[in-house]
């Protein structure tokens, strides 16, 4: 077209970008941009509204902000685009601020699109106050009924520890979508309810509703997180044969995972072996996995080779050192642990400090391990000793204070002795929030067993339910138990 002397309008351009979009052509789509700056379209309001779509479609956000902010007129589709682009691209609280900004700017109702985008933002985010305030908008605007929005209040739900919540929205769903289903069986898999994924899913299938990849992740994940080893392999083998997905890298991962979780490590160490992947993040996830499950059960050997690859693929190479590091302590051979320590120093290698977060009201609290510097600070170190000594009278065995002198994953303890970032977080809430709400702590690692005693205990002390979510799964502490069995 351009070869001739008809002139592309701007409905001409803005196809070609949603062409672009849908391909997931940024170059191409930055050539189009291009041109339609030059025939002068770089202000119509449709253009730009598809090249925002086109840009956070293609990953580029800060692409698809460029354009916007550049905009003197916006309509729905354009604010709409923006969130989803922040959204889908992991910067939850961005997507959150322009919807914030649309409220304030603009009379014009949030279609269901943008609720969408909005829940999904919450959802990664696991804040329960923003979603259940988009939950009252989806409902005051009447669209309760849509597909996408009621899959993604089923997943924000389940992800902010309210998995009863996100159960009473999938039942109101007349005829679940794959997309509904694999949203509930994911949740229900976060929360150790292995038995109910399954059956969730042989309900599915009796439906006629055909599962995809993800649908089988989740599954996976719900019997490696309930030890039903044979169920999961099962799972595995009908996939390709009764339900036409091929396996890949992250199911097998999902297997290597529940061997590792019954000691099942020389299995998982060899179907680790024999596993093809794709991409150095899959590489990861799988050694990483074998690597935390080595150490978890003594196995230097394994924990060795695990290591060895994620350094060398140059992916996770802090917390290679320091679960190797961690193995070699746990089994006493401390000259090999602090030498690694030395190694690790030497190169130049940093950890990502662990920490934790509760979100009061509308704001959001995060806590660091050992760092005691913010509001009431003193009086959350206070009722710590307080816990700690009334744990002790109930027979508690934990370290003072949750107290190392070893790394448990990521945690930042090895040159002074200091506090896990979770119980900062919990004595915080117990402080601040009233009693007879339940207590919502998220953390960025896996939570360490002593923790995870400690959190029990104190369940039951003050009578209080508390729910964590942690890199893995939820735990619901309540009258001296957790939800997970101590299987996790």
């Known amino acids: 077209m351009l070869e001739t002397s008809v002139k592309p309008n701007d409905f001409t351009v803005s196809t070609v970008v949603k062409a672009c979009s ?81 409220n304030s700017m603009v009379r014009v109702r949030a279609n269901d699109f943008m609720l969408a985008s909005v829940i999904s933002a919450c959802s990664s985010l696991g804040k329960l106050v ?22 993604t209040l089923v997943d924000m739900y389940g992800k902010s520890g309210c998995f009863d919540y996100s159960w009473k929205i999938f039942k109101r769903i007349p005829n679940p979508s794959v997309v509904e289903y694999t949203s509930i069986i994911v949740g229900a898999s976060k929360y150790g309810l292995g038995k109910l994924s399954i059956e969730l899913f042989e309900e599915m299938v009796e439906r006629g509703v055909k599962p995809n990849d993800v649908t089988f992740v989740g599954v996976l994940h719900g019997c490696s997180h309930s030890g039903l080893v044979d169920e999961g392999l099962g799972f595995l083998n009908s996939m390709l044969e009764k339900h036409g997905v091929e396996p890949e890298a992250k199911h097998y ?17 060899k179907l680790a072996k024999s596993i093809h992947v794709e991409t150095p993040a899959e590489g990861a996830l799988l050694w990483g996995t074998l690597l935390s499950a080595s150490r978890l059960h003594g196995r230097v050997d394994i924990a060795q080779e695990a290591s060895r690859r994620l350094i060398e693929s140059n992916q996770q190479v802090a917390g290679a050192y320091v679960t190797l590091s961690n ?17 690790m120093k030497q190169a130049g290698v940093v950890k990502d400090p662990g920490c934790s977060w509760v979100e009061i009201r509308d704001s959001t609290f995060v806590f660091h391990a050992g760092n005691l510097s913010f509001e009431r600070g003193e009086d959350v ?7 700690e000594g009334r744990m002790k009278e109930r027979g508690y065995a934990g370290g003072s204070l949750g107290l190392v ?24 809430a117990l402080i601040v929030i009233p009693k007879g709400i339940t207590i919502r702590v998220m953390k960025n ?34 009258d001296g138990s957790c939800s997970c069995g101590d299987f996790w």
């Open 445 to 478: 690692l896996r939570m360490c067993k002593d923790c995870h005693e400690a959190f029990k205990a104190i369940s039951g002390i003050v009578e209080r339910d508390f729910i964590v979510r942690d890199v893995n799964r939820f735990h619901h502490f309540r």
């Open 327 to 343: 193995a070699y302590a746990s089994t006493g051979e401390w000259e090999i642990a602090h030498g690694l320590r030395s190694q």
């Open 22 to 102: 849908i391909l997931a052509e940024l170059e191409a789509g930055k050539k189009i941009h291009a041109h339609a700056e030059v025939m002068g379209y770089g202000t119509d309001l449709v253009v730009c509204s598809s090249l925002v779509c086109m840009y956070g479609n293609c990953n580029d956000v800060d692409g698809a902000r460029s354009v916007f902010d550049s905009m003197d007129h916006r309509n729905i589709v354009t604010w709409t685009s923006m969130i989803a682009a922040y959204a889908q691209n992991g910067r939850g609280s961005e997507a959150l601020e322009v919807f914030r900004l649309f």
């Open 130 to 151: 923003a979603g259940r305030a988009s939950h009252g908008a989806v409902i005051r605007g009447g669209h309760e009924v849509n597909d996408v929005v009621t899959s």
């Open 381 to 387: 170190l206070r009722l710590l000793r307080e816990l």
């Open 405 to 428: 002198f070893f790394e448990v994953e990521q945690e930042a303890k090895e040159e002074i002795v200091s506090l896990h970032s979770e119980r900062l977080a919990l004595a915080f």
């Open 253 to 269: 991962t999902c297997v290597v995972d529940m061997y590792c979780r019954v000691g099942r490590l020389d299995e998982a160490h």
